[in-house]
């Protein structure tokens, strides 16, 4: 191995060992289920031709193909850091880490900007808001990053430590062609997009705010799902970004990444809880998803602290609907934030419009 692929500086990765193996184990039992979950409730977005469904099921194809990766990482992780596998699979592990992280930020991006279109210009730019332009823009995104992520199978993903371990998608310190690519990532892999977020949501508030004849509920609806998506985006990514801009600006000799290391990889670690963080965003949007969600995990509990007490009054009626946030002109030139609620029943939907 070059002298280019040795780690020269010595390393305690205890983090590793207790920290991240617990989260993965959690990020394992929890996203599974419910990006499965999602990925159903998706689907029935779909069939009602809701654009929004695109996006999310995008997201979520996205959240699951990382969860398959994090077997490996946890048995790399219980193998003291050493990588056993052939470096094929550390490179796809690491494009598979990449695209977590930047399809996530740009299907939050699609999401907000849907939203943004459907309240504050709800008879423009229609032509934008169709399935065919969802799927033409799912396939950009996928595309743009995956022409990004080909670069770390151009080279070498598998260090030497001081122990002669096999060290994976590590650089300490940070190899020369990792600079730009860095550079970018912070710049329109973050900051960008950050930008798009913020603006949008400002967008919607203040119009929903405006909208004298939506009802309190529909205004709810909205603010938890432009809110959700912001609030993932600075969770999940946010410190990430800001430590990798740091070492790319700063780090030079191992004195800095010893110092660095631990929050580093925290930060690194919050990016895998997005995971968990996106099947969130169903519980805003559709009313289905979170009668299931009541269903399948509250209702149970409740029945079982309450002693099965008022049994038949614990869960709703009504049948699950599925609903959709738009938005139409009203009066004296005020938009008018509607939701069209879609009613499923065992042999057929309905569409029922809400008034003002």
Known sequence: MSEDNMINCTISHEIHQYLFSSVYIVVLLVGIPSNLYSLYHAAIQLKQKNELGVYLMNLTVSDLLYLTSLPLWLQYIFQDDNWSHREWLCQLC??????????????????SLDRYLAVVHPLRFSSFRSMKAAWIISAIVWLKEIAVGVVFFLHKELSKDRKNQSVCFEHYPMQPWEYPINYYRFIVGFMFPLAILLISYLCVLRAVGRSAGTQPVQK??????????????????????????????LERDCHF??????????????????CIADPVLYCFISESARWGLYRAIIRPFVRIFCCCCRHGNASPTNPATDSNEVAIEGYNGHPTVTLLTHTSTLNNVTSNHTGK
Do not use: A, D, K, M
């Not at 709810?220 to 432009?226: A, D, P, S, T, Y």
């Open 94 to 111: 690491g494009f598979l880490l990449y695209e977590n992280i930047y399809v996530s930020i740009g299907f939050l991006c699609c999401i």
């Open 220 to 249: 709810i609806r909205i603010r938890q799902l432009v809110s959700s998506t912001i609030l993932i985006f600075l969770i999940c990514f946010s410190p990430y970004h800001v430590f990798l801009l740091v070492r790319t600006l």
């Open 257 to 274: 990444i010893t110092g660095i290391f631990n929050y580093y990889h925290l930060s690194l670690l919050l990016t895998t809880l997005n």
